[in-house]
């Protein structure tokens, strides 16, 4: 489903981004060349040729081979047409069944008076590289009022009908207005059945054209109107068939576009997204990406999809290009994060068409140069070389080296010798994909050479520069430390607690095991990464005895582990704050025994303050559940408070800036239940070291919202679940049941919407289901999108879904709608995004009954890490998990949670889980 947010993101793009990949063009026949090629097609009949359409008149065939040095002229029009400046033979496309009944359809103009002509022509029975030039069946002719914007372009939708594009007759500015006039044929795409007859006609109107039928003098061949000059057009079947378009603009703007059936494309009231002749935009397609005429550019060629195996960076975007400058970029609307325009090379040729062979691999036509030249990727660039520093001495025996990416490349080899020749190697690695290896233990005091080159389809780039370092005199294990906190036999400790020793000489990071038994033989934790002299570790049962010791570790191994202390929690669970050096904004999730500041917060350095709108500032000695504080911290450490969770609050606010606490579970804005209704005027907003806007209060956090009247805010992680929203609902044609969530499309499950960007609240609510109300009646969906243009209580619905609660020519309806558990089968799964690894792990959490409030995965036994979501709802941990298998742990909104391990990370893929809550 494609919201607003696509087009709003668009605008947002620059033509100029740069590339992420080295591409160019080959002369992939170099012993032939054309005379002003205007078009290169394939008959989709397994036979692998070649058809070169050029502007005079003719279309040439070959075999798709690169030897080869002749021609055979498949079609010979130049005794019927007006070729020239934009005129002559422009078009061509082959019937779906070609291969049996061997038609072609052509586009051409003809003069006296000016014309365009669709025609059908037969292939010889015995000679299939020639065209029976008598067989020809006229289907359309349009007159022309002049001699430029003819379109021109061909081709069979998925649906087996003919698209013809039509300009507007030419000229400048649409004097004749025939983009929007639906009584004639220019500045349309068209569509029609050529496989059947009616009306005196040799084709027959597809019965969905959105004139079909119609008395009042709008013309039935008509699919969609207010093009320009669409100068190729393109289907994409992978991506369900999408009609997508580059519509040539007038002096300022071209505009890329996908069609749907009915739709205004704007011209010429709009030029692109831009005013022509008309601010309003109201019943217009906007362009899905649109540039300037600047630098040269002047004139948008379209392109295609790309679905083909020799580029797989470009996979799923659009191809196209600048007729001016030669420029070719690849556009992604569906590109995480929101749309891409790259820029991928310079041809340095007049584009006049881009073309596909029988593998799918895209091809360049250049008018004047009279070559097809085809897309290549090119070997990367070399390496630039990070760390260590060139010449670096004192190096770790294990160093970790690391290098700047190189554009395109899919592997990398790393060299690492003791010879600057290379004459001899310790480290050569040709399979790395990630441009950072940790190598050794290497030899003590010793100078080592070392480089990279990268690699991609294409072969093997030069290899970068050499750099040498030298090692480090071998180290000796630390010294054994000595143990802080808590003190030996410490009894009533915190659930989550904050483990402290000293500094032992040498070490590098420690490792500290904690478990149930002195001797350790299956420890709750075992982390042996840790570079600071305190470990918070949380998850503790309970009155629980627990165990723990440490040990310091550096290049040279590790060092004895200190004494073992015990200690034995209390009888109630505890909240944990990691707390900065400065101030903070705290608040209280649990109600505790002794609320003094003091007690609280022993290690503070300052008092407690809160904010009264009326009032200002007030220091504060007893803190109480539902107010934030400012407290100052001489250094950055972990807290740990014991006492009761508090699940639910009812937050008084004045009118004014309020600084609200928090509860004992992540509540999402969109959750907070507001009293009186619409009282909030402001986001939520939190502070660390700097004020973010939140999408999820956190316990423990606080947060900063500005209210209009005095009233309550109830916080609850179920109260989205219970709230009844009230708003309008729309829906968008495209809709196919997939969308930003990135959820598989479902063509049999189409009761979908994409929510108000307010209550998507960051993708919190992607993939969740909800129950709509409108005039008509009542249907459950799921929200696969944010939709940026929607009111708060809108949906975008899905034309399906949009159909049971309302009338589609209304276009909008009244509703009121809830979420709702979803009736899915089976346990949750988890989809790792594609390029996902140890280093970089991005992971979505699918098949979730309730939305999800907290997503983490297990650094040590029983010490989980929490993981941020990302505006697709994948949780992404930019530093990477790790090589796994993993151990996740998913909370709902109501609190539930599951705990799945076992999970093994593949790239691109889905992996189930075990249990799926209640």
Not at 719 to 731: D, E, I, N
Request: proline share 7%.
């Amino acid at each position: 489903m494609r919201s607003p947010v696509l087009l709003i993101a668009a605008a947002l793009l620059l033509c100029a981004a740069r590339g992420s990949a080295q591409y160019d063009k080959v002369d992939v026949f170099p012993n032939l060349s054309f005379n002003s090629p205007v078009g290169l097609y394939h008959a989709e009949d397994a036979s692998d040729r070649i058809f070169v359409v050029e502007q005079g008149g003719t279309v040439q065939v070959f075999p798709n081979n690169p030897v080869q040095t002749t021609t055979a002229t498949f079609l010979d029009l130049t005794d019927s047409i007006v070729s020239g400046g934009e005129l002559g033979l422009l078009g061509l496309a082959f019937h779906p069944q070609f291969a049996s009944n061997r038609y072609i359809y052509v586009d051409y103009t003809r003069d006296n008076p000016l014309r365009t002509v669709i025609s059908r022509f037969q292939v010889s029975a015995s000679n299939p590289d020639s065209v029976v030039r008598g067989s020809e069946l006229v289907l359309l002719t349009i007159a022309q009022p002049y001699e430029n914007h003819n379109g021109g372009q061909l081709a069979f939708g998925t649906d087996g009908y003919l698209y013809i594009g039509m300009g507007d007759g030419g000229s400048g500015g649409d004097p004749l207005n025939n983009g929007q006039n639906t009584s004639v044929l220019l500045g349309k795409i068209l569509r029609i059945n050529v496989d059947a007859a009616s009306n005196g006609n040799n084709y027959a109107i597809p019965p969905s054209n959105p004139f079909a039928g119609n008395l009042s003098g709008k013309r039935q061949e008509i699919y969609a109107y207010g093009l320009r000059n669409p100068w190729r057009f393109s289907f994409d079947p992978a991506g369900g068939g999408t009609l997508w378009v580059g519509d040539v603009g007038q002096g300022t703007w071209e505009e890329i576009d996908t069609i749907r059936n009915g739709a205004n494309l704007g011209w010429n009231l709009l030029e692109g997204s831009h005013c022509f002749n008309s601010y309003d935009t109201t019943g217009i397609d906007l362009p899905l990406f649109d540039y300037e005429h600047v630098s040269g550019r002047c004139s948008i060629t379209g392109g295609f999809l790309y679905r083909g195996s020799a580029l797989p960076a470009l996979d799923g975007t659009y191809i196209y290009g600048d007729y001016c400058t030669g420029e070719i970029w690849s556009f992604n609307r569906l590109a995480l994060g929101g749309p891409t325009n790259t820029f991928l090379f310079n041809t340095g040729v007049n584009i006049s068409s881009f073309g596909l062979d029988q593998s799918g691999e895209i091809y360049v036509c250049g008018v004047y140069s009279g070559k097809v030249y085809k897309l290549v990727l090119t070997p990367p660039p070399a390496p630039v070389l990070d760390q260590p520093g060139s010449g670096a001495t004192g190096v770790s025996l294990t160093p970790s080296l690391s290098w700047g990416p190189s554009l395109s490349a899919t592997s990398y080899r790393l060299q690492v010798s003791t010879s600057p020749s290379f004459a001899s190697t310790v480290v050569d690695d040709s399979t790395l994909t990630d441009t950072l290896l940790q190598v050794g233990p290497l030899v003590g005091s010793t100078t080592f050479s070392w480089r990279v080159r990268a690699k991609n389809g294409a072969g093997s780039g030069p290899y970068s520069g050499t750099r040498s370092f030298t090692t480090t005199v071998p180290a000796v294990p630390p010294s054994a430390t000595f143990l802080v906190a808590p003190a030996p036999g410490a009894a009533d400790q915190p659930t989550v607690l904050s483990l402290r020793w000293q500094t032992a000489s040498g070490a590098a990071t420690y490792e500290i095991q904690v478990g149930t038994d002195s001797l350790f033989a299956s420890p709750l934790a075992d982390d042996s990464l840790i570079a600071d002299t305190v470990h918070q570790i949380s998850g503790l049962s309970v009155s629980t005895l627990y165990y723990w010791h440490v040990r310091g570790k550096n290049a040279a191994g590790y060092g004895p582990y200190s004494s073992v202390r015990a200690f034995t929690t209390g009888s109630t669970y505890s909240a944990a704050y990691t707390v900065r050096k400065s101030w903070n904004m705290v608040s209280l999730p649990l109600a505790v025994p002794d609320p003094r500041m003091s007690v609280l917060f022993p290690t503070a350095t300052s008092a407690a303050f809160t904010y009264d709108p009326s009032a200002g500032y007030l220091q504060k000695d007893s803190l109480v559940v539902g107010t934030g504080y400012w407290i100052k911290f001489s250094d950055s450490q972990q807290v740990a408070l014991t006492g009761t969770p508090v699940q639910t609050d009812s937050v008084a606010v004045k009118a004014g800036w309020n600084m609200i606490g928090t509860v004992a579970a992540r509540v999402p804005v969109a959750a907070i239940i507001q009293n009186p209704p619409g009282i909030v005027l402001s986001a939520f907003y939190g502070y660390d070291g700097g004020y973010f806007g939140a999408d999820t209060l956190v316990p423990g956090g606080a947060y900063w919202v500005k209210v209009g009247t005095p009233g309550t805010l109830v916080l609850t992680s179920a109260g989205l679940m219970s709230a009844v929203h009230t708003g309008t609902a729309t829906y968008y044609t495209f809709a196919d049941g997939g969308g930003n969530c990135m959820f598989d499309p479902t063509p049999n499950d189409l009761l979908v919407g994409a929510m108000n960007a307010t209550e998507y609240a960051n993708s919190a609510i992607c993939g969740a289901c909800a129950t709509v109300t409108g005039p008509k009646g009542t249907i459950d969906i799921r929200i696969v999108d944010r939709c940026a243009g929607c009111a708060l209580g809108g949906i975008d619905l899905s034309p399906t879904a949009f159909a049971l609660v309302g009338d589609i020519p209304l276009g909008h309806v009244p509703i009121s709608w809830h979420l709702r558990p979803c009736a899915v089968a089976g346990p949750i799964a988890y989809h790792f995004k594609d390029g996902s690894n140890q280093w970089w792990t991005a992971v979505q959490v699918r098949n979730a009954r309730n939305p999800i409030a907290q997503f983490e995965y297990m650094v040590s036994p029983g010490v989980y890490k929490s993981v941020t979501r990302t505006s697709y709802n994948y949780f992404l941990n930019a530093s990477g998990m790790g090589p796994g298998p993993y151990t996740f742990r998913v909370t709902d909104i109501f609190g539930n949670v599951l705990i799945d391990t076992g999970i093994a990370p593949a790239a691109d893929t889905t992996v189930p889980g075990t249990s799926q809550f209640p």
